[in-house]
Structure formats: structure tokens, C-alpha cells
């Protein structure tokens, strides 16, 4: 079945230090790839997504490429900010064709804790 | 644009009341939504596909006659934890996903609901 693995966290930073967060993922079909971003108490928030191999996804100084040969979609960005503090979640979602349609299969999430 | 309401984000109640979660489409349609229940510090875990007009599609290990799913419109869907008890404590978190779009675009996420039953 379809599978998502993030680094294991929690991940603490200086404020301005490079963040990376790894994602590998396996899947039956062509997935699409997503981060997304939970804020204390809340929802998720999409943060970035690409659909198809070699895309970059990019948002608010966050980004991720979709490497079909590593199946890999790591999140970076190039300085953090306190209020980058949050939980990331690595997701993919198959297609129409596959039994999976529509629906998010998320990794463990990674807790980042951005210090002054 | 593609905002997901959700309502009550914060219930607390007794042992043994049914509760009712609503999970809205504001500017958009959506005939599929999505429930996952989150526990603390851990990742989602997906309930149910909720289908408008249809049967909603439940996960493995999921308790159909608990978690009633009714998806009456193309921009409402509700979630029923019928005779709650403690265990059913939890973050309860829709999702939907726009029909105008293709397929493989995002979800669009509720901010939850705190369930907590005394």
C-alpha cells in the first residue's frame, strides 16, 4: 500500500538557521505530493504540493522538488523564522484510477520548534 | 477562495451524549469530503470518505453504527459520535476537495473539532 516516512522529529532551530525536513514516500500509482502545516489547536494548512516528477513546489520561503528517483520530497527552506514553529506533514494522494482516489496518506508529522 | 468551515471547534459533554460535528464548503462544491480523527502528537488517521448523496466509504477498523457520516448537500457534511464515551475523545478534522478542479488537487482542511467527553 502507499506509505509515508518523515524524518523523525522534534526538530529545534535558531531563528535564521536552514531548515530541512526529509520525505520519502511509496506508492502504487503516480501520486501527487503535498506539505502541510498545522498550527497549534488548528487545522492543516497547504503549504506546498507538485504533481509530477522534477516539480518544485514553493511557498513562503518553503520548498520541496518531487524526485520520482529517490521517491523523495524534502522540505527546506533557507531561513527559519519563529513563527515557522509548527507541525509538518508530508502527504501524497493517487489519482483517478487508482482504488486510493482522493484520499491523503500523511507521514508521522515533524514537530519544528524555532528558538530566537 | 476554497475555505472549509467547521463547527463546534470545541465541545465538551457527558458520557454518553451524541455529538454532531458539521464540516461546511463556503466558496466552493465539493461531493467528496473527508474525516480523520487526530490524537495527540501523532499524525491523522482518515475515518471515512464521506460521499454526497451516497454511503459514506469507512477505513478499515472504523465503527460505522459510531461515527454516522451524512453528507446531505454538495457543501455539508456531518459527522455523528453517537453514544460517546471517553475513549472517543479526540480531534476530529474534515477535509474537502473542490469538483471543479482535477483530480490530485489539494484538500482543503476544517480547523477541527476538540472533542472531550467526561
Known amino acids: 500500500g502507499d506509505s509515508v516516512t518523515q524524518m523523525e522529529g522534534p526538530v529545534t532551530l535558531s531563528e535564521e538557521a536552514f531548515l530541512t525536513i526529509n520525505c520519502t514516500y511509496t506508492?502504487?500509482?503516480?501520486?501527487?505530493l503535498f506539505w502541510y502545516v498545522q498550527y497549534p489547536g488548528e487545522g492543516l494548512q497547504l503549504l506546498l504540493k507538485?504533481?509530477?516528477?522534477?516539480d518544485k513546489g514553493s511557498n513562503k520561503g518553503f520548498e520541496a522538488t518531487y524526485r520520482k528517483e529517490t521517491t523523495s520530497f524534502h522540505l527546506e527552506k533557507g531561513s527559519v523564522q519563529v513563527s515557522d514553529s509548527a507541525v509538518y506533514f508530508c502527504a501524497l494522494s493517487v489519482g483517478a484510477g487508482g482504488t486510493s482516489y482522493g484520499k491523503l496518506t500523511f507521514g508521522q508529522g515533524t514537530i519544528l520548534t524555532v528558538h530566537p | 477562495g476554497a475555505v472549509v468551515s467547521q463547527h463546534p471547534s470545541w465541545v465538551i459533554c457527558k458520557s454518553g451524549t451524541s455529538v454532531k460535528i458539521e464540516c461546511r464548503s463556503l466558496d466552493f462544491q465539493a461531493t467528496t469530503m473527508f474525516w480523520y480523527r487526530q490524537f495527540p502528537k501523532q499524525s491523522l488517521m482518515l475515518m471515512a470518505t464521506s460521499n454526497e448523496g451516497s454511503k459514506a466509504t469507512y477505513e478499515q477498523g472504523v465503527e460505522k453504527d459510531k461515527f454516522l457520516i451524512n453528507h446531505a448537500s454538495l457543501t455539508l457534511s456531518t459527522l455523528t459520535v453517537t453514544s460517546a464515551h471517553p475513549e472517543d475523545s479526540s480531534f476530529y478534522i474534515c477535509?474537502?476537495?473542490?469538483?471543479?478542479?482535477?483530480?490530485?488537487?489539494?484538500?482543503?482542511f476544517g480547523d477541527g473539532t476538540r472533542l472531550s467527553i467526561l
Open positions: 477535509s474537502a476537495r473542490d469538483d471543479a478542479l482535477y483530480s490530485n488537487q489539494p484538500q482543503h
Open positions: 506508492a502504487t500509482g503516480y501520486p501527487s
Open positions: 507538485a504533481t509530477k516528477a522534477d
